[in-house]
C-alpha cells in the first residue's frame, strides 16, 4: 500500500470512481464494447501540474466529456479539467504528488483505466502495461508476496520503452525520487542467469555503472530513480519501494 499522504492509497475517502461504457476498436479488428474506469483524486482538488501534457483539448462542457477524451487518445493517462474554462489538459503518467503542482480552483484530477486493469493502476495503452506503484519499504521476498496477493507480480522491464515509461512516471512525482524500486529480476537460481517470475531468460537489461556486481550474495533487481531508474543487483534483504504489475489481455469476439 501507499504510505498516508500519496496520491494512490486504495480505494478509500480520497478517490470517487465512475465507470464510462464506450464503444470503440482497440486492439481487435471488431468494434467492442470497452469499460473505462474515471477515478477521481480527491488530494488533487484546486490543483493543477502542467508537465507531461499530451494535449489541451477547449469547450469541452463537463468531466465525463473530459475523461472520454482520454479514453479516445491511447497515450492518456490522466486528466485535468476545470468547468469554468471548460478545459481538458490530457497527460501520459499518473502525477503522485500534489504539492508539485499549482493551485487552480474548481479543477478536478482524474485518472483513467480500461481493458481490465484497476482504477487505481497506471495503465499505460500504448505498451500495453498495468501497475501501481507501492511506497511501503519492504525487503524483495516480502514485496512479491504482496503483489502476489493481489493477482500481480514485479513490473518486468524488458525493452527500452518500458524502462523509458518507467523512468519518466517516477520521475514525474517528486515523492518517487526518495527510494529505490525492487523490480522484476533475479539470478538467485543460477548466478548470471537472469530469470523473471514466470521463468522467462531476461535479455533486456539496463544497468547503472559498475553493475551488475555478479555476486552470489546480490540476486535482485533495484532500480534507481536517482540514476535514470538504471539497475542493479542487490541482496534484496533491505526494505525498498516496488511496484507491482497486472497482467491484462483483451478479448476480442
Request: net charge negative; proline share 4%.
Amino acid at each position: 500500500m501507499l504510505q498516508e499522504g500519496t496520491v494512490l492509497h486504495g480505494l478509500g475517502p480520497k478517490t470517487m470512481l465512475f465507470i464510462l461504457i464506450v464503444t470503440s476498436v482497440m486492439h481487435c479488428t471488431s468494434p467492442v464494447i470497452q469499460i473505462a474506469h474515471g477515478t477521481k483524486w480527491i488530494t488533487f482538488i484546486d490543483v493543477i501540474v502542467r508537465t507531461n501534457i499530451v494535449s489541451e483539448v477547449e469547450n469541452i462542457g463537463n468531466i465525463l466529456t473530459c475523461v472520454n477524451q482520454c479514453f479516445q487518445n491511447e497515450a492518456c493517462v490522466s486528466v485535468f479539467y476545470r468547468q469554468q474554462h471548460q478545459r481538458c489538459q490530457l497527460h501520459d503518467v499518473l502525477f503522485m504528488s500534489p504539492q508539485d503542482g499549482e493551485q487552480e480552483a474548481g479543477t478536478v484530477y482524474y485518472s483513467v483505466a480500461t481493458d481490465g486493469c484497476p482504477p487505481t493502476y497506471v495503465h499505460n495503452r500504448i505498451l500495453n502495461i498495468c501497475y501501481q506503484v507501492q511506497y511501503n519499504l519492504v525487503t524483495y521476498a516480502d514485496g512479491v508476496a504482496d503483489c502476489n496477493s493481489r493477482g500481480d507480480h514485479y513490473i518486468v522491464i524488458d525493452n527500452v520503452d518500458k524502462q523509458n515509461h518507467m523512468l519518466k512516471q517516477i520521475n514525474s512525482s517528486s515523492d518517487g525520487l526518495a527510494k529505490k524500486y525492487h523490480i522484476d529480476g533475479s539470478d538467485n537460481t543460477t548466478e548470471g542467469t537472469w530469470l523473471l517470475h514466470d521463468g522467462r531468460v531476461m535479455t533486456y537489461f539496463a544497468w547503472s555503472p559498475g553493475y551488475p556486481m555478479n555476486s552470489s550474495l546480490k540476486n535482485f533487481l533495484i532500480a534507481d530513480p536517482t540514476d535514470d531508474f538504471r539497475w542493479g543487483d542487490k541482496s534484496g534483504n533491505l526494505g525498498k519501494r516496488y511496484i507491482c504489475e497486472r497482467d491484462i489481455f483483451i478479448t476480442c469476439p
